[in-house]
């Protein structure tokens, strides 16, 4: 972010209109407050600033702190309401209101302080457990729920409770639940003569998700407070949670001309802008959200994001083959076009292969899935994790590898993780999938279908690609923790245990594996369809596509699992499994190497898919390495390999091995495997490089020579030289010329390099 924008930290906030919305719920409010609140309500602001500037000169604290607050001077309230605190100490109301201007503040976790600290005066204290469910359910936690039932134990006509109860089950489009939930928060809020607006928003936003794009909630709002910008953001909200970000641009833009001082709205616009690629725009309305609100991350990272940009390549596959000295075919113009931008430091070395894989994951999920993209598919890599992390701010779920808005795919590039722990080929294959399932049902898939369809799809890709069934998915399903496949999308939104959303990402999967195995990979494609209906909900399209009601479904894959696992499906054979392989890898530890050839077997016949650190392959493999039985040690690793082993070392020992045994072609298979896991290796890309000239695939080795030279090597002078024998085999002699010179002007005297532009002269 350019300097020009750190402006002094005074911010013009406004309250969101309807201050007395929920009268005490959120923390008592001094009465002085009402007639000004009253005004804001309604959308009269400038008497409402009048009301509120003349009680900036009351005796009572709390009253000031609220006027400072109402009036946008953020930091003379929060000076305030420290100086109240320490005249009154054991009054919990007061803590509650600061929280909820720390979270107007986007500080979150002081908020949730002040909440405790409330809590801890008076553990009964109902506008403290309803701040701090409403913190919860801001970072997608279960606790949230949690929370509000147990306020609605106490007080079934909590307004504040059946309002967030209505937004949970908004979140995870239980719309008739959020309705109930809703409808009789309305009623209370006419009863106790409290301001319906934030009701009137979630109403619609329940009509929005039913395909209701003109709700009467919508026009009863705008007549109760023509500049309630929040009749349209707080809808965009539900948009964005279910992905539909090209429909929540439409309404944040509504939301920011009803009130130009919403300064949420610009943000949230901003960000969505910047999803659809509409970058100009997106810089335009994340300024105007800085210049009122300099306390939001958000907007103060996504602008830096924005300024980041500047050290990006953009690259075309319709450029590719020009890149690689051949001219497009008729065939290759016709082909979708797929753009990516990547950081200058790595950009020449990975774009072959980010534009390659992106190609081929179009023509197979294009046929699969009879969708043809109608606009370019932009593919962004980012080798800082923050950066990628401030792309997909607001998504729900933790650890993202990478994230699909539609058209747009961002995610970690391999210099963003640590070599070994991502596989950023399947990572790629699983967003562009996403860009299938979205646009082909208008973005209104269920989540967990479409990252079912991902996970599926990354498992079809190539026999080793994808993740392997992890321990934690094996005790989920032994805790009988996974959820029925009707209500599976609520995994991925408000997880219940830390693991959830993984263990959802891969009961998504195998549920999709199981249509596929058992009904055929025609009817993903029809339940596909179905979801592109409005309003259709998981238990329909199962009933319509496959012929069964949800709970046999749910049968049915129970008994799935069951024989996918074998022996795991029990407690017992996960603790068999831990048993077995403790005691390989401590004889592994002693190099007692006959004992882990006798043990190791058994854990990998117990659970084949585990291939993380301290599998049985990679021990056993040394063992029989150690023992002279190199056959057996390399058929180890093929297996590791095979089930998805992914450390790039043990991968390139391998190749190694394969290639003394003298199987160039499955050392070759090897080598291309790890470019998939940690491109970011000179060596690689020389030795495959190597192999294929060898194995007379010139246009290949090309490649990998190229990629090779992008990485800067020390000697350039052989690097040259490598393209130019490549480019001589394909008959290229300029080019050819071109690299041998380069070569010489790096090393005047290097022998090979004058000894074949002597022969290219000569002919």
Known sequence: MTLRRLLPLLALLALPAGASVLGQERGARPAALDPCDAFQDRGKAAEARQCYTQLLRASDMATRAEAWWALGDVKRANEVFRDAIKAEPENPELRVRWGYLYMQTHQEGEALNLFSEALEIDEKHIPAKLGTARVFAERFEDKAQKLVDEVLETDPDSLEAHMLV??????????????????????????QQRSPLELYALKSSVDLLRGVTESKWTRTALDYNPRYGEIYSIPARYYVITRRYREAVELFAKAVQVQPELWSAHADLGVNLLRENRDEEARRHLEIAFEGDPFSAKTVNTLRLLDSFERFKVYSNKDLTRLEGKEPSAEDLAKPTVMARLHEKEAEMLKAYVLDLADESVAVFSKKYGFEPDRPIWVELYPDHDDFAVRTMGMPGVGLLGV??????????????????????????????????????????????????????????????????????????????????????????????????????????????????????????????????????????????????????????????????????????????????????AAGREKDWAKVIELAPKAKELYPYYVESGNPYVLLSEA????????????????????????????????????EAGRRDDSIRTLVDVLYIWPNDEE????????????????????????????????????????????????????????LLYALEAAPGFRPAQKLLLEITKN
């Open 404 to 585: 699909t808005f539609g058209y747009l795919v961002a995610m970690d590039s391999p210099s963003g993780r640590k070599p070994g722990t991502f596989h950023w080929g399947t990572t790629l294959w699983h967003e562009m999938a996403h860009v299938f399932t979205l646009e082909a049902t208008n973005h209104l898939v269920p989540r967990w279908f479409s990252e079912g369809v991902s996970m599926y799809e990354e498992w079809e890709a190539r026999p080793n690609w994808g993740e392997q069934i992890s321990p934690d998915f094996i005790h989920a399903f032994h805790e009988k923790k996974l959820l029925p496949v009707a209500d599976l999308d609520e995994g991925f939104i408000r997880p219940s245990y830390p693991q959830q959303i993984a263990v959802s990402y891969f009961q998504a999967g195998l549920i999709c594996r199981l249509i596929d195995r058992e009904w055929g990979p025609e009817k993903l494609v029809v339940m596909l369809r179905e979801f592109a209906k409005p309003s259709m909900t998981t238990a329909q399209a199962i009933r319509t596509a496959l012929g069964v009601e949800p709970e046999e479904f749910d049968e049915r894959f129970k008994v799935y699992l069951n024989k996918r696992l074998g022996a795991l499906a029990e407690k017992e054979g996960l603790e068999e499994w831990r048993a077995e392989l403790k005691k390989s890898l």
């Open 684 to 739: 690689l890309h020389v030795k495959l490089g190597e192999q294929l000239m060898a194995a007379g695939r010139s246009r290949e080795a090309l490649r990998e020579y190229s990629a090779a030279l992008a990485m800067g090597p020390i000697d350039k002078a052989a690097a040259h030289y490598r393209l130019a024998e490549a480019y001589y085999k394909l008959s290229d002699r300029p080019q050819t010329r071109r690299h």
């Open 624 to 659: 029989y390495e150690e023992t002279g039985a190199r056959d057996k040690a390399i058929a180890e690793l093929e297996q590791y390999r095979d089930q998805g082993g992914r450390q790039p070392e043990t991968l390139k020992k391998l190749a190694g091995w394969l290639e």
């Open 166 to 191: 209505g937004r949970l089950k908004l979140e995870v489009t239980k719309l008739d639940e959020a309705d109930e939930a809703l409808d009789k928060a309305l009623e209370l809020a006419e009863a």
